[in-house]
Structure formats: structure tokens, C-alpha cells
């Protein structure tokens, strides 16, 4: 609450900051996505993803798991429909089943998907000539 806001230095709330621009800007994001033609719409899906998990990881190490746990519940549905066709996809499911269960930075530690994602920073997306 307002204790924790307040015992932020200036660097902190700065980074906050420009974290809860990021939330926003990805809110934007995934409005364009949405509104995009239906044979685009899984591949570009597909290619904001490793942006949502980047920021939902960085979200958590900067404590705000509020901000973090409101991007997986505005956001993460859209990820679901990753599957073969735009149809349901049983790993996304499992994958951000294991994100909600996250509910402290400390609960990231030893996380496998955590784990992966600091090793293997880059993410190939692959798009199609139309994408």
C-alpha cells in the first residue's frame, strides 16, 4: 500500500514508472492484435508473447505482483488460443496456470519457466511473409 509506495527511492519510482507505461503501451498492443484481420490474428498472438512474459517476469521482480497478476488476468487468455488453427492450446493453458500460481518475486526462484526465461533471453518469433 502507501507504505511501500512511499519507501520507493527515486530510481524505483522511476522504473515503476516506466513499467506501468509498458503495461499500458502492451494493453494498446493487444487492441491492435485483436482488431487485426482474423488470419493474422494467432501469429501476431504468437509473436507478443515473449513481450507479455518479459513484462509479467519483470513486473514480479520489481514486487509489484498487483500489476503483474492484472496483466495475466486482462492478458492471458489471448494466449490460450495459440493452438493449431487459433484453437485452444493445452501447454498455454498448463504455462499460464504456472504463472497464476506465482504470487511473490521469491516464488519465482527455482521456477523452471523463470529459470529458462533469464538463461534464454532472446525469443525467435517466427512470422509468415503476410505477418
Same mark, same amino acid.
Given at each position: 500500500?502507501?507504505?511501500?509506495?512511499?519507501?520507493?527511492?527515486?530510481?524505483?519510482?522511476?522504473?515503476?514508472?516506466? &513499467?506501468?507505461?509498458?503495461?499500458?503501451?502492451?494493453?494498446r498492443l493487444t487492441d491492435w492484435v485483436e482488431a487485426s484481420p482474423t488470419t493474422l490474428r494467432t501469429e501476431l498472438r504468437?509473436?507478443?508473447?515473449?513481450?507479455?512474459?518479459? &513484462?509479467?517476469?519483470?513486473?514480479?521482480?520489481?514486487?509489484?505482483?498487483?500489476?503483474?497478476?492484472?496483466?495475466?488476468?486482462?492478458?492471458?487468455?489471448?494466449?490460450?488460443?495459440?493452438?493449431?488453427?487459433?484453437g485452444h492450446s493445452s501447454s498455454n493453458i498448463r504455462f499460464l496456470d504456472r504463472l497464476r500460481a506465482l504470487r511473490t518475486p521469491s516464488d519465482l526462484q527455482g521456477e523452471e519457466l523463470y529459470e529458462n526465461f533469464r538463461r534464454d533471453r532472446r525469443t525467435t518469433v517466427t512470422m509468415s511473409q503476410l505477418g
Open positions: 500500500g502507501d507504505f511501500k509506495a512511499s519507501a520507493r527511492s527515486p530510481a524505483e519510482r522511476v522504473a515503476r514508472g516506466r &513499467l506501468l507505461r509498458a503495461t499500458a503501451m502492451f494493453g504468437a509473436a507478443i508473447f515473449p513481450i507479455f512474459l518479459h &513484462l509479467f517476469v519483470a513486473l514480479m521482480e520489481a514486487d509489484e505482483t498487483v500489476e503483474a497478476r492484472t496483466l495475466l488476468e486482462e492478458h492471458g487468455d489471448l494466449f490460450v488460443r495459440l493452438g493449431a488453427n487459433g
